[in-house]
Nanobody, 126 residues
Framework: QVQLVESGGGLVQAGGSLRLSCAAS????????VGWFRRAPGKERDFVAA????????NYADSVKGRFTISRDNAKNTAYLQMNGLNPEDTAVYYC???????????????????WGQGTQVTVSS
């Protein structure tokens, strides 16, 4: 199995940017599709973005499309979430997750991802 550790969260003003990282260890990272999810206070955990094993295919939630970019570097065993144009509604704990069911970025249901990191807090002030 793969172990995931997120980093890069923090406090940023509205309109600012952050880049989250998801470092993987254990099994071969390139065997896993990766997703980013977030849980805002008092809300369910929501899909944000996902990327295929090779990084050639991506998928985004409508709420972040055009502002967030998911990428990965399999040589570094790391996935990224570049977040631009942040607004207070983006405040949440962000989690990376991985699955090796099939090579697709189109799994949006969190239950399909068996491997999760511990999360990193992103807070956007107005």
């Amino acid at each position: 199995q793969v172990q995931l550790v997120e980093s890069g969260g923090g406090l940023v003003q509205a309109g600012g940017s952050l880049r989250l990282s998801c470092a993987a260890s254990g099994r071969t990272f390139s065997m896993y599709a990766v997703g980013w999810f977030r849980r805002a206070p008092g809300k369910e955990r929501d899909f944000v973005a996902a990327i295929s094993r090779s990084g050639t295919s991506t998928n985004y939630a409508d709420s972040v499309k055009g502002r967030f970019t998911i990428s990965r570097d399999n040589a570094k065993n790391t996935a990224y979430l570049q977040m631009n144009g942040l607004n207070p509604e983006d405040t949440a704990v962000y989690y990376c997750a991985a699955h090796n069911l099939i090579d697709t970025p189109y799994y949006r249901a969190s239950r399909l991802y068996p491997y999760w990191g511990q999360g990193t807090q992103v807070t956007v002030s107005s």
